[in-house]
């Protein structure tokens, strides 16, 4: 089984929707992450979490909220979602043993098409 | 502030020929890591090699060789004798320390295209 999982793969949503994506992971890392990859773009962060009850916004945060309901649960919410939040979205984890630098392992991916 | 950037958008070689990826970053911390991960067609994001400030020593895994210099902020990644296999976007990574607040920021990605 893969360590990191994300559900759904695919949504496809209707402009002012509510949408909640969710990521699981069995590596017992602390560390989570979301991101999303745009053509041209690369990967943006848009919420990371340390541990449970350290939670921050990365550089795209506004439009979305996430929940990290346990040391394996990170989730993405789009309260209302709009067509530019179509997109590649990435769930991440990282060991904190590296004091925060070591490399992330990364789900599969959910592509949500807002229509 | 952190920046990585990757100038090439694509790259289109035939196999076995020698290719170099580049990547340009910058950040006003002493303490970082660099990394490359791997994106193939199948769209997961597979990690590469992890590569801190203060080893500046290159790298050779197979046919990938990496080469790190802070004189001019540069780690870029050579794949010797390409295969089609190697097709595949390619992203360059910093995680900076205090002042990066430990986030990674990506480059926007090298597309590779080896063709047969």
């Known amino acids: 089984d893969a360590d990191v999982t994300q559900t759904p793969r695919n949504r496809i949503t209707k402009t002012g929707k509510r949408i909640m994506l969710e990521c699981s992971q069995t590596k017992g890392h602390d560390r989570m992450y979301w991101y999303r990859q745009d053509p041209g773009l690369g990967l943006r962060l848009i919420y990371y979490?340390?541990?449970?009850?350290?939670?921050n916004k990365g550089e795209i945060s506004d439009g979305y909220s996430v929940s990290r309901q346990a040391q394996a649960k990170f989730s993405l919410s789009l309260e209302s979602a709009i067509p530019n939040q179509t997109a590649l979205y990435f769930c991440a984890t990282s060991d904190p043993a590296g004091g925060g630098f070591y490399e992330q392992y990364f789900g599969p991916g959910t592509r949500l098409t807002v229509t | 502030a952190q920046k990585v950037t990757q100038a090439q958008t694509e790259i289109s070689v035939v196999e076995k020929e020698d290719v170099t990826l580049d990547c340009v970053y910058e950040t006003r911390d002493t303490t970082y890591y660099l990394f490359w991960y791997k994106q193939p067609p199948s769209g997961e994001l597979v990690f590469l090699i992890r590569?801190?400030?203060?080893?500046?020593q290159n790298e050779i895994s197979g046919r990938y060789s990496w080469n790190f210099q802070k004189s001019t902020s540069s780690f870029n990644f050579t794949i010797t004798a390409s295969q089609v296999v190697d097709s595949a976007v390619y992203f360059c990574?910093?995680?900076?320390?205090?002042?990066?607040?430990?986030?990674?920021?990506f480059g926007a990605g090298t597309r590779l295209f080896v063709k047969a």
């Open positions: 979490s340390f541990d449970v009850k350290d939670i």
């Open positions: 990574a910093l995680t900076a320390g205090e002042t990066g607040g430990f986030k990674t920021i």
């Open positions: 590569r801190n400030s203060f080893d500046e």
